[in-house]
């Protein structure tokens, strides 16, 4: 299968995003403009696009560049999941030249794709480090 990986999305692939966004549990109430404000937010993007500029998978990543950054959203658009492209997204996260040296990267994930994220190192049992969070609708 032919893809590319960009860095920053045009306009009619933010509008896929937000597609892609509508048919999963965690995302389907994000709009158009709070996409916008959120891409400009994220330090790095990375997307696959097929010949045609389509958008196909997604992830982002926010950092300080040095000790932690955190990734977010890796979502492959339904029609092109099993193929491996989630391992493309996870292999240029771990492999950007611009995170290769933060020290720790984390991650949100379900109980079903513990096992995925394992592959690239990725640990859930950290010494009893809970994960907090306050909700602000």
Same mark, same amino acid.
Request: aromatic share 14%.
């Given at each position: 299968?032919n893809?590319?990986?960009v860095?920053? !999305?045009?306009e009619d692939q933010?509008?896929q995003?937000? +597609?892609?966004?509508k048919? +999963? %549990? ?6 158009y403009e709070?996409v ?8 790095i993007i990375?997307a !696959?696009? @097929?010949?045609h $500029?389509? !958008?196909?998978? %997604?992830?982002?990543?926010?950092t @300080?560049f040095? /000790?932690?950054?955190? !990734?977010y959203?890796?979502?492959i658009?339904?029609?092109y999941?099993?193929?491996?492209l989630?391992?493309?997204?996870l292999?240029?996260?771990i492999h950007?030249?611009q995170?290769k +040296?933060v020290?720790n990267?984390?991650?949100y994930c379900l109980?079903e794709?513990i096992? %995925?994220? $394992?592959?690239w190192?990725f640990? /859930? ?11 602000n609708?």
């Amino acid at each position: 299968m032919n893809y590319q990986i960009v860095n920053q !999305l045009n306009e009619d692939q933010i509008y896929q995003l937000v +597609e892609l966004y509508k048919n +999963e %549990f965690w995302s389907k109430d994000r709009t158009y403009e709070r996409v916008v404000k959120m891409l400009k937010a994220s330090d790095i993007i990375i997307a !696959l696009v @097929d010949d045609h $500029e389509e !958008l196909i998978g %997604f992830c982002r990543v926010l950092t @300080d560049f040095v /000790y932690r950054g955190t !990734l977010y959203d890796v979502i492959i658009k339904p029609d092109y999941r099993n193929m491996g492209l989630g391992a493309k997204l996870l292999d240029e996260v771990i492999h950007h030249p611009q995170l290769k +040296e933060v020290e720790n990267i984390s991650l949100y994930c379900l109980s079903e794709m513990i096992s %995925f994220y $394992e592959k690239w190192g990725f640990q /859930y049992d950290l010494d009893g480090i809970k994960l907090m969070r306050r909700y602000n609708p």
